[in-house]
């Protein structure tokens, strides 16, 4: 079963990232670090760059990843490599909402899109495609190095 996530609301970007590469991210600009511990009691990962939050959290017995790193390739391989996760792109998320995306018809530009079931977005394989593809090779090959250290602490 493929874990859910929940994400500070310093790692919005670390959130779409995620949504892309298939995984389930509880994530909403505001949200009160009692409600994201409340969502890690529910078995949500908590993912946080704030030092306290993380510190509490683990206090309480909760999964928590303090996430550091200068990149985002370097804070997801942080992140899917502590779980022995890999992107899996045939189960993209909505980046917006997280929502299941499903296969539409072809648009009137003859272009294969896929729609949102919960928001409703829609996406397409256009020219931004190129540089996920080159995030995503980048995330694998740091995934790839043997001895990669993990900060992360469940108690």
Same mark, same amino acid.
């Given at each position: 079963?493929?874990?859910?996530?929940?994400?500070?609301?310093?790692?919005?970007?670390?959130?779409?990232?995620?949504?892309?590469?298939?995984?389930?991210?509880?994530?909403?600009? %505001?949200?009160?670090?009692?409600?994201?511990?409340?969502?890690?009691?529910?078995?949500?990962?908590?993912?946080?760059?704030?030092?306290?939050?993380?510190?509490?959290?683990?206090?309480?017995?909760?999964?928590?990843?303090?996430?550091? %790193?200068?990149?985002?390739?370097?804070?997801?391989?942080?992140?899917? %490599?502590?779980?022995?996760?890999?992107?899996?792109?045939?189960?993209?998320?909505?980046?917006?909402?997280?929502? &299941?995306?499903?296969?539409?018809?072809?648009?009137?530009?003859?272009?294969?899109?896929?729609?949102?079931?919960?928001?409703?977005?829609?996406?397409?394989? %256009?020219?931004?495609?190129?540089?996920?593809?080159?995030?995503?090779?980048?995330?694998?090959?740091?995934?790839?190095?043997?001895?990669?250290?993990?900060?992360? &602490?469940?108690?």
């Amino acid at each position: 079963m493929a874990p859910v996530f929940v994400a500070d609301e310093m790692l919005g970007d670390i959130a779409k990232w995620l949504r892309i590469m298939g995984y389930d991210v509880k994530y909403r600009r %505001g949200r009160s670090d009692h409600s994201l511990i409340e969502i890690a009691r529910g078995g949500a990962i908590l993912l946080t760059s704030d030092k306290d939050l993380h510190s509490r959290a683990t206090r309480k017995g909760l999964v928590s990843v303090l996430v550091t %790193g200068e990149t985002i390739v370097d804070k997801l391989v942080t992140i899917l %490599g502590r779980f022995g996760l890999r992107p899996d792109l045939d189960n993209t998320r909505c980046t917006v909402c997280g929502g &299941t995306l499903r296969l539409t018809e072809n648009d009137k530009a003859g272009r294969t899109t896929w729609s949102c079931e919960s928001c409703g977005k829609v996406y397409w394989k %256009g020219s931004h495609w190129r540089n996920i593809a080159k995030t995503i090779e980048s995330v694998e090959r740091g995934l790839a190095r043997p001895g990669k250290q993990i900060n992360m &602490t469940r108690r």
